[in-house]
């Protein structure tokens, strides 16, 4: 079967772009991860975005643009920081990981994915960041709890008291919610699937779980893919993923077909979501953020598929 590839002056002009235009890191995370180049200024580009507290913000996630730390943009530092391989002596691995056990919930089961501070302001952040709180967000939240469990498990110890705790945290959430998981919380689960040696009593149930909901929340119809929906591609972003299996491989190679067929003149892809029309001066620095952010992504995942021409 013939398979559509991005071709190398595509992939070219992708580079190009991450090279001129996007954001410092994107631009060292991609010679680190494409070129072989050793990973220490990526990290050190990666570390801007580090307070002193050890958690990160300044806009890494580019939908959450305030200086302060949270556990959101935190996430996306140990995301970055398992690609690169990081190991658990490493300083921003240590400084990330005591920033989540002060930022831990009074009962110490687990983290809302902003703090309550984050939420104030008016073009900093998405408008879905600026509600104000309520029960379901001055509690700990499975988004991003399950994830961050996982970092816990790879860099930390395992058993240890707080492990222990947001552990039953993840599990309770997962017994007493039988229905399909929402989608932010399913690829919260994903990354925690991924954790290298997730131990195997926690791997029965997490990965089953990913398992029967990836094909229940993913977008499976294509004419889905143009609004906000959860790619299938970003549940498996590689084909090692767990949840690739269930997903199928029609559906992941009409995905990538989609991606390739989403590269704009300039090299680039879009977000396919905005903030609205009364934000657009806020919205148009975090668009030139996420353009870097998902240029990256999405060559990582076309290479993971052989899907660039050699």
Avoid at 182 to 187: F, Y
Wanted: charged share 20%.
């Amino acid at each position: 079967m013939t398979v559509k590839l991005l071709s190398r002056e595509q992939f070219e002009r992708a580079k190009l772009f991450l090279f001129e235009t996007a954001r410092p890191l994107e631009k060292h995370l991609f010679l680190h991860l494409f070129a072989g180049l050793p990973a220490d200024q990526a990290v050190v580009e990666l570390a801007r975005f580090a307070n002193p507290d050890g958690g990160f913000g300044h806009g890494l996630e580019p939908d959450l643009r305030c200086a302060e730390s949270s556990t959101l943009a935190t996430s996306v530092a140990l995301q970055w920081m398992r690609l690169c391989k990081l190991d658990a002596g490493h300083e921003l691995v240590q400084h990330a990981l005591r920033y989540l056990l002060e930022a831990l919930e009074d009962d110490g089961r687990g983290w809302r994915v902003i703090p309550d501070s984050a939420r104030t302001g008016d073009d900093d952040k998405a408008p879905w960041w600026s509600a104000p709180p309520d029960k379901t967000n001055t509690a700990a939240m499975f988004n991003p709890t399950a994830e961050l469990l996982g970092y816990l498990i790879q860099w930390g110890t395992r058993p240890s008291e707080v492990t222990s705790a947001v552990e039953a945290f993840v599990l309770d959430h997962l017994n007493q919610h039988s229905d399909p998981l929402e989608s932010h919380e399913l690829l919260c689960l994903m990354r925690l699937a991924q954790t290298p040696k997730l131990p195997g009593d926690l791997a029965s149930i997490v990965v089953p779980r990913l398992l029967r909901d990836a094909p229940l929340v993913a977008a499976t119809d294509p004419e889905q893919w143009g609004g906000y929906a959860l790619m299938p591609l970003w549940l498996a972003p590689t084909p090692a993923h767990h949840a690739a299996e269930p997903l199928g491989d029609d559906l992941l190679n009409a995905n990538l077909d989609y991606a390739i067929d989403q590269q704009h003149d300039h090299g680039q892809w879009d977000p396919f979501w905005d903030w609205g029309p009364d934000q657009r001066a806020g919205w148009e620095l975090a668009k030139a953020d996420w353009q870097g952010v998902l240029t990256l992504q999405t060559l990582l995942t076309l290479r993971a598929y052989d899907r660039i021409a050699s």
